[in-house]
């Protein structure tokens, strides 16, 4: 008698923030990088599950989804419902969520209160915030109280309209010695990794180097201890206009416009839908019958 084996009920554990901090590469560039994606809902955090170190529920959602100019206008609300969607559809990966613009600048307190109500109504690992020195407080702030932190320097998008534009960083002495002083600062302060954006190749390896934290690159260095893209350029989803640093690795958005296109010519032409997708009732005494009437069981007389 052959007996058929079981599905195994054990759950891969899902990814901490202390394991993402134990990713720092060693000095001699050994070590395999760490995987970050953005995700904004169930689906799509499902898919990227399997092989994603860390995702990150990104402010990015402001343009990718809801179609803004830019990520200011996104709120701590939009934040906390799409993270819950991504932590509920994740097993393995660590998620992590940004905070919003005006969700935390103000002061460390105010800082704290948002950050303590992502983590409650997501069940998210940690938050990202961007900026350096200037956050450092509100960084150590957070940690002593238990938040885990993600810290961000270089082209940090909330800060768009002091930048002028979304132009690369660390081009000049003064701009790097700024961006490295930034991410000491929040290194320091107790992030446990720093995502660098968009700065020069050889500033990025040197902050890479400088600090004891994994740092996280886009648009930064092969150097960094890994690497993250918002998850719409890498399936070419979205193409309003495509970063230099983007690698794109599928074309989804034409994909979906051959499917629409392809069901709506069918709907126009009557091809569809057919009888195989409509919902018909079983004659009395068909086959479908005579099988109910085997499976019932014999009522019991009353007594």
Known sequence: MSIEPQKSSVKVPRLTTRDLAARKRPASGGGVPMV???AYS???AR????VADAILVGDSLGMTVYGMDSTLAVTLDMMIAHGLAVVRASARACVIVDMPFASYQSSPQEAFKSAARVMVETGCAGVKLEGGVEMAETIGFLV???IPVVGHVGLTPQSVNRFGGYRAQGRTAAEAKKIMNDAKAVANAGAFA???EKTL??????????????????GASPACDGQVLVMDDVIGLFDLFRPKFVKRYGEAGREMTKAFAAYAADVRARRFPTMEHCFVAKERGGAASKSRAKKAKPRTALK
Not at 47 to 50: G, Q, R, S, T, V
Not at 204 to 217: D, E, K, L, N, S
Request: hydrophobic share 60%; no cysteine.
């Open 42 to 44: 169930a689906p799509t």
């Open 36 to 38: 970050w994606l953005t």
């Open 201 to 218: 190749e050889p500033l990025a390896r040197a902050i890479t180097a400088a600090v004891a934290v994994p740092t996280i690159g886009i």
């Open 194 to 196: 720093i995502v660098i």
């Open 144 to 146: 002593a109280r238990g």
């Open 47 to 50: 898919a990227m599950d399997p």
